[in-house]
């Protein structure tokens, strides 16, 4: 399970342009980063998050990776992702989330 303030990388597909795209059928670049030109956005458990990054993931043909960092505020269980971009949003898929609670 994730907690607050990790990092998550989520792989999807049809994200649509992005900068410095590689030749058809060539790996995305390691070196300098193939970014979405449309914003994406991403809720978890109802929360809005911006993306660290979207894009082309390094290394692969077609594959889009999206870094989010979970935000504080959730419930331990199950929670709902999607990823919104040019006004659509994928279906929900769900990440199970632990909630540390301090010790007193």
């Not at 590689?22 to 300098?32: E, H, K, M």
């Not at 919104?84 to 199970?96: H, K, L």
Request: glycine content about 14%; charged content about 5%; some cysteine.
């Amino acid at each position: 399970p994730a907690t607050a303030g990790e990092y998550l990388q989520l792989y999807c597909n049809g994200l649509g342009p992005v900068a410095n795209q590689p030749v058809s059928g060539d790996p995305a670049s390691l070196t300098v980063l193939s970014k979405t030109t449309t914003p994406v956005t991403v809720t978890i458990g109802g929360k809005q998050v911006t993306p660290l990054f979207a894009g082309l993931a390094p290394g692969y043909v077609g594959e889009y990776e999206v870094v989010i960092q979970v935000p504080s505020g959730l419930t331990s269980g199950n929670q709902p992702i999607t990823v919104s971009v040019g006004g659509v949003t994928s279906p929900a898929t769900v990440v199970g989330l632990t909630v540390n609670l301090p010790v007193k």
